[in-house]
Every structure is written in structure tokens, then in C-alpha cells.
């Protein structure tokens, strides 16, 4: 009658994954203890350097597993967007945001920059004028900026699409994918929806490089 099962604990543990040791503390503080399994399952491939398909209910811990990659992958001497996070609405773009800076405060100076329709364009010039590592935006005011020339992803590593079942349900099919092509074809994609319907597949299909797909089902 034994409680744990060693092996899964220790895979269970940020400990084991390539990151520095700054940002496990960091975890430690925010209270990450153990991975969650959509962590557990996509972050190993993901900071590989693997594109990724994963597919995991709301509240799993999706944002940290898209995140940790992208702040691995990030030089934060060279002040230009290299991380490009594509979200539905407003109100998730806020939230992954504020993931995003508790994830980075282990980093220094990592900025990083909300850009949604809905909201007055000045401020948004302002702020893009001052520069930024990370964006997060809804596709409609990304293409915009792409449009201005107020925003360049040249320097782009990391594109993430999140909520790729409710962007496609809100009718963005044709902005991300306008977006996507303003995007160095280096990059890595990491793809993230809470349900895999036929229209997320083929925009997978169109947009990256030999996905590997983390699937958990509610039964798992
Ligand atoms: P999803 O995008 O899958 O809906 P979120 O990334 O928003 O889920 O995470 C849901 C909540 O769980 C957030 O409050 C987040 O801070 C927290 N969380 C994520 N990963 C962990 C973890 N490994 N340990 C503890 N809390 C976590
Ligand atoms: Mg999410």
C-alpha cells in the first residue's frame, strides 16, 4: 500500500525539465509545485524546440505551458517582439499577460505588451514605440499594427496561437492567418485549444512544421 510512485513524482517536478535555475525558484514562489499533465506532457517537447499541438480543458495550466518555452527561447538583450502570443478577446489577452509577467519576473526587464481591438490606438503606438519582447493581441489589431508598420515580427521566435477553437469560432480564420504569414518561417508554433475540431487541424496543417500533438481528454 504505498502513496507515491517515485518515477511520477519526479516527473511530475519543474525540477526536471532545462530551465534555469532562476525561474524554478520563481515557480517554487508562485506556488507551482508540480507540473499539471498538460504541463507535464508538452513542456519537454516544447522546449526541445518541438511545434506543438495541445489540446487540455480550461483551467489546466495551459499559459505556463506555452510560456516557460517562450521565455526560454528568449534573448532579452535584443529589444525586439520575439515571442507573438494570438488570443481570442480582450479579457483572455489580459490574463495571459499577467501570466506572462509573473512567469518573467525571474528575467530581467522582460517587456511585455497588450495589444487589443477595443482599445485607442495611441497608447498602443506609445507603448509599441517603446519596445517589447512579448506581444499579446487579438488578431484584428496585430494584422493592424502588421498594416502601420507600428509592429514588425521579424525578430519573432515563438508563435503562439491560444484558444485556437474560439479564435476559429470567432471568425478569425482569415486574420491569424494574414498574421502568420508576416511571421519569419523559422519560428517555432505552439498551438493551444480546449477542444481539437476539424477546423483547428487544418489550420495546424497550414501553419506548422511536423507537430507533435498532447492530447488529454476529460477521461485521463
Ligand atoms: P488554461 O489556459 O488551461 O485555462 P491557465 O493557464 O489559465 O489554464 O491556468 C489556470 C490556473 O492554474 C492559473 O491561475 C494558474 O496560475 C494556475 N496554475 C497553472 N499551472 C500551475 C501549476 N503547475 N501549479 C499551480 N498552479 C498552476
Ligand atoms: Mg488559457
Known amino acids: 500500500m504505498t502513496k507515491t510512485d517515485p518515477s511520477q513524482t519526479q516527473a511530475a517536478s519543474f525540477a526536471s525539465l532545462p530551465l534555469p535555475a532562476a525561474m524554478l525558484a520563481n515557480l517554487e514562489q508562485l506556488g507551482y509545485k508540480a507540473m499539471t499533465?498538460?504541463?507535464?506532457a508538452s513542456l519537454?517537447?516544447?522546449?526541445?524546440g518541438r511545434d506543438?499541438?495541445?489540446?487540455?480543458k480550461t483551467g489546466s495550466g495551459k499559459t505556463a505551458a506555452f510560456t516557460l518555452p517562450l521565455l526560454a527561447r528568449l534573448a532579452p538583450?535584443?529589444?525586439?517582439?520575439?515571442?507573438?502570443?494570438?488570443?481570442?478577446t480582450r479579457e483572455l489577452a489580459d490574463q495571459?499577460?499577467?501570466e506572462i509577467r509573473r512567469l518573467a519576473r525571474a528575467e530581467d526587464n522582460i517587456k511585455t505588451l497588450t495589444l487589443c481591438g477595443g482599445v485607442p490606438l495611441r497608447g498602443q503606438l506609445s507603448s509599441l514605440s517603446h519596445g517589447a519582447h512579448i506581444v499579446v493581441g487579438t488578431p484584428g489589431r496585430i494584422l493592424d499594427h502588421l498594416a502601420r508598420e507600428t509592429l514588425s515580427l521579424e525578430a519573432?521566435?515563438?508563435l503562439v496561437l491560444d484558444e485556437a477553437d474560439r479564435m476559429l469560432d470567432m471568425g478569425f480564420a482569415e486574420d491569424i492567418a494574414k498574421v502568420v504569414a508576416a511571421c519569419p518561417k523559422s519560428r517555432q508554433t505552439l498551438l493551444f485549444s480546449a477542444t481539437y475540431p476539424d477546423g483547428v487541424a487544418s489550420m495546424a496543417g497550414r501553419f506548422m512544421r511536423?507537430?507533435?500533438?498532447?492530447?488529454?481528454?476529460?477521461?485521463?
Not at 37 to 40: C, D, G, K, V
Not at 52 to 56: M, R, T
Open 52 to 56: 506543438l499541438i495541445a489540446q487540455a
Open 37 to 40: 499533465p498538460i504541463q507535464a
Open 44 to 48: 519537454p517537447l516544447a522546449l526541445a
Open 156 to 158: 519573432l521566435s515563438t
Open 210 to 220: 511536423d507537430p507533435a500533438e498532447v492530447k488529454l481528454t476529460e477521461r485521463h
Open 77 to 88: 538583450r535584443q529589444f525586439a517582439v520575439q515571442a507573438l502570443v494570438l488570443c481570442p
Open 96 to 98: 495571459v499577460t499577467a
